[in-house]
């Protein structure tokens, strides 16, 4: 029997690099994918052939009918996607792939329901899972009446932070305001386009509780606390760590995807404060954090190949929970040297809001060369990878750290 063949886009992320590590030490032939012909994830030891693809975000329909072609091309046995850009549009394609691979994709329903946050939010409060205040609003007026109500500052979120639309992708971006003047600025972008969630803002540490599920039934999980945050004002992680599963944000990340059905990876996001917590989204693509699961010994990439393709898989069968090594730390080096930046430069978008003081950002430069921290890309036995993403970083740094607030 041929080996199994699987494609994994947006390969330069240090997620895909983790799938993609994964999946070749397991034995499976794996086809890395990207837009950037310079992608980190091409130079892996694990990746055995390469795909540049047009970008998905202003051609959506020529990087999908490329996928298919590959995909049929070269007995490609499931396609795993790792950013929005390509869940998005290789979903609304998937009957065109019926009989050539799998997609690793939730259902139409269920995605539906995650990539749409007031639907979210609709979910949570019909099964008993607290989230903050919210209210939906289409117009300035509509944002503005709500913040009057929920008080200052309050959370102006895309309903969608990425919708397909006449082949590209549109990408909306949470925003704060603490006065009428901020929100009308922050809904300028927004109205019209896309709904707009108005929220109270909630203070407390971000949690993500990570599973693999199968109709809704958890089969592995995994948690981590953000200690870094890209834009400072809250966002995606450059720093986490490992933590125990928490049973109260395990059984409520549970019951969501049950009641979704959801097959397939997702992260749930909270927020726990003096409060109590509070759920913050359903990530229903592979979250950018997943490195360090897999350092921690929670091998999802795995789980999810198994999910979807059985025995076809080396050594494979039915997923299953495995012990998780505690207090282990990763980095995505990128991010994380935006957050310093930032931080040092005390330039935030945001000044309303509590932002880190300098010496945090001092720390977080004398702990990069610390081995217990580690990175996202780094790996012993793969490192070429890691050296392509730091001269990326570095670039990124230098255009994005001032945006970074």
């Known amino acids: 029997m041929s080996a199994v063949r699987v494609l994994v886009t947006d390969a330069g992320r240090g997620s895909a690099i983790a799938v993609i590590r994964s999946l070749g030490r397991a034995g499976v032939s794996v086809i890395a994918a990207d837009l ?123 309903a969608s932070s990425r919708v397909l639309r006449e082949g590209r992708i549109e990408r909306f971006e949470v925003a704060y305001a603490e006065s009428a003047e901020g929100v009308t600025a922050a809904m300028a972008p927004l109205e019209g386009r896309v709904k707009v969630l108005v929220q109270e803002y909630r203070v407390g540490e971000a949690h993500g509780v990570e599973l693999l599920a199968d109709e809704g039934h958890p089969l592995m999980a995994f948690q981590h606390r953000r200690l870094h945050e890209v834009p400072i004002s809250g966002g995606a992680s450059s720093l986490r760590e490992g933590v125990p599963l928490d049973p109260v944000l395990l059984g409520e990340a549970t019951r969501l995807l049950r009641e979704l059905r959801w097959t397939g990876l997702a992260m749930v996001e909270f927020r726990v404060g003096p409060e109590g917590p509070v759920l913050m989204e359903v990530n229903g693509r592979i979250w950018g954090s997943l490195p360090l699961a897999a350092k921690s010994g929670v091998d999802f990439p795995l789980g999810l190949a198994n999910l979807y393709l059985g025995a076809r898989v080396p050594g494979g069968g039915p997923p299953t929970a495995t012990a998780q090594e505690l207090g282990v730390r990763s980095r995505d080096l990128g991010r994380e040297l935006v957050w310093i930046a930032s931080v040092l430069r005390r330039r935030r978008r945001y000044p309303f809001l509590e932002a880190p003081p300098r010496r945090a950002a001092l720390t977080a430069v004398l702990r990069l060369p610390l081995p217990q921290d580690g990175f996202d890309v780094f790996s012993r036995d793969d490192p070429s990878p890691a050296f392509a993403d730091a001269v990326h970083a570095i670039r990124r740094t230098i255009c994005k750290a001032g945006h970074a607030s």
């Open 36 to 158: 950037d012909p310079r992608s980190a994830g091409f130079r892996s030891r694990y990746a055995t052939e390469h795909v540049v693809y047009p970008d998905p975000g202003a051609d959506s329909e020529a990087a999908v009918a490329l996928l298919r072609s590959v995909a049929a091309n070269r007995a490609v046995d499931l396609i795993v996607p790792v950013s929005d850009e390509l869940l998005l549009p290789l979903a609304r394609a998937r009957n065109r792939f019926e009989g050539i691979c799998a997609l690793a994709l939730p259902d139409d329903a269920a995605l539906a329901r995650v990539t749409d946050k007031w639907a979210t939010v609709e979910l949570a409060l019909n099964i008993g899972v607290a989230v903050p205040r919210t209210v939906l609003a289409d117009t300035t007026a509509d944002a503005l009446a709500a913040a009057r109500r929920l008080g200052w500052p309050v959370v102006l979120k895309p």
